[in-house]
C-alpha cells in the first residue's frame, strides 16, 4: 500500500520564479491538505482539497495556490517566489468520513530552496 | 488565534530514561489532538486523542488528553537512541476542512 508521495525531493528556484509541487495521496485517500514547514518551526496549514475544490484556506497570500485531480492528486503553485518561501513543503491525506476529514498522514516533503 | 505551545523546545536524556512532552492549546471547536513524529521530512502519526482522561499506548509511548485544562503529555519510556526525532503536537478544529495547528515541537536528543 503506497503512502503520499510527493515530487520533486528537492528543487532550487530564485526570487520571483514560479514553482509547482505535486502530491499523489494514498490509497482510498480522497482529501489533500498543503502545510509549509520554516526551519525550527511547526508546519504551518496553506489549503486543503476535496472533490477538486478549495475547502479551507491558511493565512497565505494568493500567490499561493493550488488544484486537484479527478484521482485525487494534487499540486501546489507558488508565484512570483520571495526568500521567505524557502521552507519544507508537506502534503497530508486523509479520507472524509461523515463529513471530516479522517487522521492526516504525510509525505516525505518536497525541499524548496530560493535564492 | 488558534495555539499550540510545546514545551521544552528541546531536550537531550540518556537511554533508558522516561522523558514526557507536553503540550498545551488553545482551539475554537475543539475537536482532536494528535502526535506525530518527525525525524527526517515525513511526519509520522503517533497518536490521535479526542477524549479527556484516557490513555493511549503504543509499545514505550503514551499520551494522555486534559480537555478542561487544556494540555497534553506524551511520555516515552525507556528511550532508546532510535527515538531521537522532533515530536510535533497539533490539533484539529471542528470546521469543514478539519486543517491542523502544530506547535513548534520538541526537538528529542537520546545519547547511548
Known amino acids: 500500500d503506497a503512502g503520499v508521495t510527493q515530487s520533486p525531493t528537492h528543487l532550487i528556484k530564485t526570487r520571483g520564479q514560479q514553482v509547482t509541487l505535486r502530491c499523489s495521496p494514498k490509497?482510498?485517500?480522497?482529501?489533500v491538505s498543503w502545510y509549509q514547514q520554516a526551519l525550527g518551526q511547526g508546519p504551518q496549514f496553506i489549503f486543503q482539497?476535496?472533490?477538486?475544490?478549495?475547502?479551507q484556506r491558511g493565512n497565505f497570500p494568493d500567490r499561493f495556490s493550488g488544484h486537484q485531480f479527478p484521482n485525487y492528486s494534487s499540486e501546489l503553485n507558488v508565484n512570483a517566489l520571495l526568500l521567505g518561501d524557502s521552507a519544507l513543503y508537506l502534503c497530508?491525506?486523509?479520507?472524509?468520513?461523515?463529513?471530516?476529514?479522517?487522521?492526516?498522514?504525510f509525505g516525505p516533503g518536497t525541499r524548496l530552496t530560493v535564492l | 488565534e488558534d495555539k499550540v505551545v510545546q514545551s521544552p523546545l528541546s531536550l537531550v536524556v540518556h537511554e533508558g530514561d522516561t522523558v514526557t512532552l507536553n503540550c498545551s492549546y488553545e482551539?475554537?471547536?475543539?475537536?482532536?489532538l494528535l502526535w506525530y513524529k518527525q525525524e527526517k521530512k515525513a511526519p509520522t502519526f503517533l497518536f490521535m486523542l479526542?477524549?479527556?482522561?484516557i490513555e493511549k499506548k503504543s509499545g514505550r509511548l503514551s499520551s494522555i488528553l486534559d480537555k478542561k485544562e487544556l494540555f497534553s503529555i506524551l511520555n516515552i519510556t525507556a528511550t532508546q537512541t532510535g527515538d531521537s526525532a522532533i515530536y510535533l503536537c497539533?490539533?484539529?478544529?471542528?470546521?469543514?476542512?478539519?486543517?491542523?495547528?502544530f506547535g513548534a515541537g520538541t526537538i528529542l536528543r537520546v545519547k547511548s
Open positions: 482551539v475554537t471547536n475543539f475537536r482532536s
Open positions: 490509497s482510498g485517500h480522497d482529501t
Open positions: 497539533a490539533v484539529e478544529a471542528m470546521e469543514y476542512g478539519n486543517k491542523l495547528v
Open positions: 479526542t477524549s479527556s482522561g
Open positions: 482539497y476535496y472533490e477538486e475544490e478549495e475547502r
Open positions: 497530508a491525506s486523509s479520507v472524509r468520513l461523515a463529513g471530516f476529514a479522517d487522521t492526516q498522514y
